[in-house]
């Protein structure tokens, strides 16, 4: 079965500093997605990033990014210039084309001012 | 992007009555929507694949005859508990994939349910 594993439960960063969040997942399939979610306190999940395994370019959206080892099995997330507004949970998930998200046990991010 | 909702979104039942969790496609038809459970400062836990015309799939543990899960049309899929007990106070989440979106799942905003 796929796992996927978070290291860190907590994290903290300094505003407008640089946090990376690990997650490390173990599959035996060549083909599946990686995503990080953000659940603030009102609990929606919110997409934050996606990467395509086949793809070897690490995502990017805006102060968000990746560093997708494939290899290693790992798939990192960098916050760049943390705002107030990141703290949250942060999950790391993995599906292939059909099946479910499985999400790790996440890391919980303050960001103080 | 596409928008997914459940209702309600809080909802308080005395030990031993049943309770109802609807999730909605709103803008997508969801052959397929996912039902998480989640309990406080905990992960997301899969329970059970809802298929569109078909019988849900349970994950290991999760028993079905106590988390009813009817998905009868393309846009609506609920959840039931039946005979609810305290234990089963948590937030639960449905998710669903849109066919013509690829592979993403969108997410509802959860229910919190509260067994006394």
């Known amino acids: 079965a796929q796992t996927v594993t978070q290291s860190q439960p907590e994290m903290s960063v300094q505003e407008a500093e640089t946090v990376t969040l690990s997650c490390t997942y173990d599959t035996s399939e060549s083909d599946y997605y990686l995503f990080w979610y953000k659940q603030p306190p009102s609990r929606q999940m919110i997409l934050v990033i996606r990467q395509e395994a086949y793809k070897q370019q690490n995502a990017t959206e805006n102060r968000f990014s990746v560093n997708f080892q494939k290899a290693a099995k790992s798939f990192s997330l960098k916050i760049s210039d943390s705002q107030l507004g990141d703290a949250a949970m942060y999950f790391c998930a993995y599906k292939t084309g059909n099946t479910p998200l499985v999400f790790g046990k996440g890391t919980r991010l303050s960001v103080i001012a | 992007g596409a928008v997914v909702s459940q209702h309600p979104s809080w909802v308080i039942c005395k030990s031993g009555t049943s309770v109802k969790i609807e999730c909605r496609s709103l803008?997508?038809?969801?052959?397929?929507m996912f039902w998480y459970r989640q309990f406080p400062k905990q992960s997301l836990m899969l329970m059970a694949t809802s298929n569109e015309g078909s019988k849900a799939t349970y994950e290991q543990g999760v028993e079905k005859d106590k988390f009813l899960i009817n998905h009868a049309s393309l846009t609506l899929s609920t959840l039931t508990v039946t005979s609810a007990h305290p234990e089963d106070s948590s937030f639960y989440i449905c998710?669903?994939?849109?066919?013509?979106?690829?592979?993403?799942?969108?997410f509802g905003p959860g229910t919190r349910l509260t067994v006394t």
């Open positions: 803008d997508f038809q969801a052959t397929t």
């Open positions: 998710s669903a994939r849109d066919p013509e979106g690829g592979y993403e799942q969108y």
